[in-house]
């Protein structure tokens, strides 16, 4: 099994905007792979641009804002592709597309590393914050798992937020949840 960085990755589309989602990057020797889901505003943005920026960071705040519409997150230009870092991040590393390995559903797009910064002292994640993330993978695929693995999981997760989350880990779970919640009644609905 390969390394997969749980961060938060920012494009650029050829006309400024930039898109914040998070995203595992796949370790590949010297090279980071980026498998942005198609469609997705990502994948665009990588034809369009071929740089991206992958941000560390602790607020966990960030991964379930961005699956939950929250994704006015500050940012600043990237010192040496054309891109955004994020203001929170700890660290970053800047990437540039070496070459693409087509797929109908997840194109790889395999990068070297142009510049790594470090904004600030990492102090690892706590149990809560771990969940957190977990959750925002579940809720990105909500459509794509079975629902009793969901709700198995989702009761796991629930444990650590309720015995180590701070406010920021609570604020990001009750975003996910509401995610959680309108899926549910979909489902129940159908």
Known sequence: MPLIVEAIVTTRSLAGDIHIAPLGVIADGEQWII??????RTLDNLRENPVAVVNHVDDVRIFAGCLTGRRNWQV???????????????????????????????????????????????GGFNRAQAAVIECAVLVSRLKMLPADKIENELAY???AIS?????????????????????????GAA
């Open 35 to 40: 498998a942005p889901f198609a469609p997705s």
């Open 76 to 122: 600043r230009r990237a010192d040496k592709v054309d891109g955004a870092v994020l203001r929170a991040a700890l660290s970053h590393w800047e990437l540039k597309v070496d070459r693409v390995e087509e797929d109908a559903l997840r194109p790889r797009f395999y990068c070297n590393v142009l510049d790594r910064a470090q904004h600030g002292p990492w």
């Open 157 to 159: 997760l629930q444990i």
């Open 163 to 187: 015995k180590t989350a701070g406010p920021r880990e609570e604020e990001a779970w009750g975003w996910l949840m509401e995610k959680v919640d309108a899926w549910r009644a979909e489902r």
